[in-house]
């Protein structure tokens, strides 16, 4: 009984890290007991990072704390070692069916507390256990008729997607017959034409040619008739040289130059010029389209880290929109600004006064980045295909216009603007600035990322076109990296 009493409670007087026990103790901030040496090791390791977390509770601290003696613990393996149990077997260092669980509670310090056996306890948690395991299983069983009612649903989202896809295919491919019917109808056009002209002009290359002979002919005469001698003849042949018949020699003959078929080109490629357009308007209607397809019910907006990785979205950036002041690298994941015009070459899609870029990627659907800025003042924006690149005016910039929107970071502040109208937003500062978009919602959230989110400024509009991230880089030297999200 008395080997009972003084047995101590091995784990209570444990170290959580090293599992033996405590060695110079000290106590976090949290509450928590560790070897010294342990707990010093445990946050060299988190050096980098720059934060220091408890092993147990997972507490974080900024900056290092100082780590205080805990003199009640160490009281207590002072005692330990006085009793010779430190180097007890391990079966006698946990307590038996009727021994009190907690060490402390049975020195005098902690008379007054109530003690329970450990069968009783133990009963006690196997009854709280059972009723986790109940609502457990009532948990899986709900579920399992989630997935019962989702797989119809994956065979009619797949089925109505074939038939959309065949549907179309069948559509493109009877334009594509009337694109060619009507290529070969030019074409007949043009090579029906070309054999009346070919017709006209060899008529009347013959005509000439006969005019030629006759003229010819008439030369021969009057020669032969100026050549002779006897004055008589002379003048009796004089008046039977036949007339001259009307002349259709060049002079008046008027030809256009031959540009006539070159207009027929011209206005084809007209033609092109405008189906291109419809084109390109059609396809953005049909990728909106495409993007409202939500077969599940709206899913509330993420609310941790973790709820936020599952939409992640890779972002690359379109080297043909950066301005010449930017350098792109690493993948095209990270954007410096430049003090030297890098000769970029001439393209429709670039910025040219605005040191701004958009990634290549258009963004539909649920979709999170995140961008870690080095340096400087930057504005995380989303916008439009469409917005104007060349120029100083703001249909080119970033928030200045209906066709963007921007979170500015000047390093400890933030605001946001779109349409020219700029609002104040506060919020903690971070380096990393994460984006989150539900497009068939109109949701357009920014939140400040460290150890937690913390959202500072949320949108709800409509979106009618696909959009494009982008940043724009203020000073030369800053850099912007678009993370590799895990």
């Known amino acids: 009984m008395e080997q009972q009493e003084n047995q101590l409670d091995r784990e209570r007087l444990s170290c959580a890290i090293c599992l033996d026990l405590l060695k110079d103790p000290v106590t976090t901030g949290c509450g928590h007991s560790y070897c010294k040496s342990c707990i010093n090791t445990h946050w060299d390791k988190e050096e980098e990072r720059g934060s220091y977390s408890c092993p147990q509770c997972r507490q974080t601290f ?30 006698h260092c946990y307590a038996g069916p009727e021994d009190c669980i907690c060490y402390l509670c049975s020195v005098d310090e902690h008379k007054d507390y109530d003690t329970v056996s450990a069968a009783a306890e133990r009963t006690e948690r196997q009854r709280e256990l059972g009723l986790r395991r109940q609502t457990i299983q009532q948990r899986v069983q709900d579920t399992e008729k989630d997935v019962k009612l989702l797989q119809p649903e994956e065979e009619a ?18 334009l ?10 030019v074409e007949q056009q043009i090579r029906s034409q070309q054999e009346t002209e070919v017709s006209r002009v060899r008529e009347l290359q013959e005509r000439l040619e006969q005019e030629i002979t006759e003229l010819k002919r008439k030369v021969h005469e009057l020669k032969q008739l100026s050549d002779t001698e006897d004055h008589n003849q002379f003048l009796h042949n004089y008046p039977s040289l036949s007339p001259l018949s009307e002349s259709t020699h060049s002079s008046s003959l008027r030809i256009h130059p031959l540009r006539d078929f070159e207009d027929v080109t011209a206005a084809v490629s007209q033609v092109r010029g405008r189906l291109q357009d419809i084109l390109s308007d059609t396809e953005t209607e049909i990728l909106q389209i495409v993007s409202q397809v939500d077969v599940l019910l709206t899913q509330p907006e993420p609310e941790t880290r973790a709820d936020f990785l599952r939409y992640s979205q890779e972002i690359t950036l379109d080297p043909n929109t950066a301005n010449n002041y930017l350098l792109l690298y690493d993948g095209n994941r990270k954007v410096t600004g430049m003090s030297d015009d890098q000769s970029y070459s001439d393209h429709p899609d670039r910025f040219t006064f605005f040191f701004q870029v958009l990634s290549r ?37 970033f928030g200045y216009n209906d066709k963007s929107w921007y979170l500015s970071c000047d390093g400890n502040s933030y605001d946001f603007c779109y349409n020219r109208i700029k609002t104040l937003v506060s919020g903690p500062w971070s380096s990393r600035v994460g984006v989150y978009l539900d497009h068939s919602a109109g949701v357009l959230s920014f939140y400040s990322v460290s150890d937690t989110m913390t959202l500072l400024h949320r949108v709800q509009t409509t979106f009618t076109q696909p959009l494009y991230a982008g940043v724009y880089v203020y000073r030369s030297g800053s850099t912007a990296e678009f993370c590799i999200l895990k």
């Open 62 to 91: 900024t900056p290092r704390p100082v780590l205080k003696k805990n003199t009640m613990l160490d009281d207590s393996l002072e005692e330990l070692k006085k009793t010779g149990l430190q180097a007890a077997p391990a079966d």
């Open 157 to 174: 989202i797949n089925g109505s997607a074939d038939k959309a896809v065949e549907d179309s295919e069948k559509i493109f491919t009877e």
């Open 176 to 185: 594509i017959h009337l694109l060619e019917k009507r290529s070969s109808d």
């Open 361 to 397: 990627e258009s963004l539909t659907g649920r979709c999170y980045w995140e961008v870690e800025m080095g340096g400087g003042v930057f504005d995380i924006a989303v916008t439009y295909k469409n917005i104007s690149r060349a120029g100083d005016s703001d249909e080119c910039a």
